[in-house]
């Protein structure tokens, strides 16, 4: 049985030298009460809170989790994220392909000896690809959160975007555990459908030797409720709680690296390429 290491070096701290957003420091990210981003963000939050119930979300793992939509390699997909601005985020308003590179090097910087964590970082957000294959975006990107129990506070616009949502109003799913038991595990809870889920499951699908705790930062890194706000304790068992360390410090390259300083991606690609040879090589069932 592999032993679980109980988090990072809690010394490793993300350190502020590293290039944020110009004239923005870390208090000013994830801004949802103002800013430029603010309408197109709200209004992908509020198609989100409407659509994603619990029937909606076994429907994706149906058409989903089997990955019979494509075959190309890790690269590929990241390419592909040229073509992606995600609209939910409020901090950044270019293609997601450049987010992949800053979270990595940053990561890289402070952990050199984890190549693993870096290339993590580089693919956390390629499962948005799905976007690019008909899925709306609502169904793709923002924060996650558990359906089939009730919506806690820590959602982002919870208490203005749910009213439409039926789960809501319904009493069997509407109490804090809902269909689940105390302490289930979050990987036995069903999460609002996006990119997190979806990689995770390609990763699995595909067998890459990602070690476990770089497969929780893939399928839960937008669990803000959870491992920002503390939100849905309850659902977690002892593995969770030891794995959150390790989410927790993948947050901070995947949200402070934001910067419009654009990285040299040709550059960076025959490093990164290496790590993808390592650990998904060649080409993967989508």
Known sequence: MRV????????????????????????????????DLFERVFNTYKLMH???TLDFVKQKHAEWAGCTHSR??????IDRLDQLIDES???????????????????????P?????????LIHDIGKIMALWGEPQW??????YPVGCRFQNAIVFRETTFVDNPDDKNSSLNTECGIY????????????????????????FNKCPIPEEGLYMIRFHSFYPWHTHGNYMHLCNEKDLKMLPWVKEFNKFDLYTKSTDLPDVEQLKPYYQSLIDKYCPGVLSW
Request: charged content about 25%; proline content about 6%.
């Open 139 to 144: 169904a793709v990107v923002g924060d996650t």
């Open 113 to 121: 000896d984890k190549d693993w964590f870096q290339l993590v970082g």
């Open 50 to 52: 409407k659509h994603q």
């Open 72 to 77: 190309m390699t890790v690269m590929e997909s």
């Open 89 to 111: 985020d409020p901090d950044v308003d270019f293609p997601n392909s450049f987010h992949a590179f800053q979270t990595a090097e940053g990561i890289r910087r402070e952990h």
């Open 181 to 204: 038991e105390t302490h289930c595990g979050l990987g036995n809870v069903l999460m609002s459908w996006g990119h997190d889920e979806y990689l995770y499951q390609v990763m699995k």
């Open 4 to 35: 679980i290491n109980l988090g990072p070096d809690p010394s490793l701290a993300y350190r502020p030298e590293y290039p944020l957003q110009e004239g923005k420091d870390k208090s000013q990210f994830r801004n949802f009460e103002s800013g």
